[in-house]
């Protein structure tokens, strides 16, 4: 119980400094700020501190991508909610498949379930960050966006329109993950490229649905876009490692 207890501490402490400094800077409002403990908590307790730093990694990219041309998003009138502030919902929508992930590796036994996992839960993050990134890139300097379905060029803010300024933006991001994944030993080198390609097919997928399905929430679509990156990654994982 006490080893429990001390891992556990470790876990959450680390969590509320970051809840608490993105409510500081505005870059949380207090539900998505106690929501986004929770779940980093979850993530940290099962994957340690490189669990934590990849979730980090998402939330200081997805704040600063949001930052940045904001004066021209407004101008344009597809900036977020209340600014970029992220609420429970954002939370949730963006790390419940990750913490999903994380809480699945502490009850399944077994090496190479655990590193599949691993893999199921960074691919998944940098899919979110890749979704973020390219998101708010594209807006604030995209000039035409193209959707995929009809190969139609549009304006910025069409739903599932992609641009050449958010797509790079968005395999940045999920570069910057898949780094700090390999560094902290969550992926297996020659494995951080697939987080990447799971990220961009994860994200073209969901522009595609988004300009032919459509979604009556955003959040609903990250969440599947999320887990459509994580389980890319885990079928890239079980295919690289059966050869």
Request: aromatic share 8%; net charge positive; with cysteine.
């Amino acid at each position: 119980m006490q080893e429990f207890l001390l891992k556990l501490g470790a876990s959450v402490l680390p969590n509320v400094m970051l809840g608490l400094a993105g409510y500081l800077v505005r870059a949380f409002d207090v539900s998505g700020f106690i929501v986004g403990t929770i779940l980093g908590t979850v993530v940290t307790y099962a994957f340690g501190w490189g669990g934590f730093l990849v979730v980090l990694g998402f939330v200081v990219l997805g704040s600063a991508t949001t930052r940045i041309g904001l004066n021209r998003k407004i101008a344009r009138g597809i900036d977020e909610p209340g600014h970029g502030k992220r609420t429970w919902k954002n939370a949730l929508a963006n790390l419940a498949v990750p913490a999903f992930g994380a809480a699945m590796a502490l009850t399944v036994p077994g090496a190479m379930l655990n590193a599949m996992l691993r893999m199921f839960f960074t691919a998944s993050v940098a899919t979110a960050a890749c979704d973020t990134a390219s998101s708010e890139m594209g807006k604030a300097f995209g000039t035409r966006v193209l959707t995929l379905h009809n190969m139609k060029a549009g304006e910025p803010g069409v739903p599932g329109g992609i641009s050449l300024v958010g797509t790079a933006s968005g395999a940045g991001a999920a570069v910057v993950i898949a780094l700090v994944a390999l560094g902290f030993g969550l992926v297996a080198p020659g494995f951080a490229g697939y987080v990447v390609l799971s990220a961009l097919l994860a994200s073209a997928a969901e522009s595609l649905l988004k300009s032919t399905v459509g979604f009556s929430s955003t959040h609903l679509a990250n969440v599947i876009n999320t887990l459509l990156g994580g389980l890319f990654g885990a079928l890239f994982w079980t295919g690289a490692s059966t050869i």
